[in-house]
């Protein structure tokens, strides 16, 4: 008898794995990914900030008292 690895067998796709889930568990899903999508938003926008106190500016604007 040959093993064969369990991802050999049916293959089943997420539509119905999502057909199958009951209201309260479609809406805690939809609840992670909402937070999981905001953190990662969040996380993004802190580097962002971060990052921009460590950027040199690449344009200085000039004291008009000292132009010629």
Do not use: C
């Amino acid at each position: 008898m040959i093993n064969q690895p369990a991802s050999v067998g049916r293959r089943v796709v997420p539509v119905h794995v999502w057909a199958e889930l009951e209201v309260d568990r479609r809406i805690r899903a939809i609840r992670l990914m909402t937070q999981l999508a905001f953190n990662l938003v969040l996380a993004q926008s802190d580097l962002l900030v971060k990052e921009s106190s460590y950027v040199e500016p690449t344009y200085y604007p000039q004291d008009p008292a000292r132009t010629p």
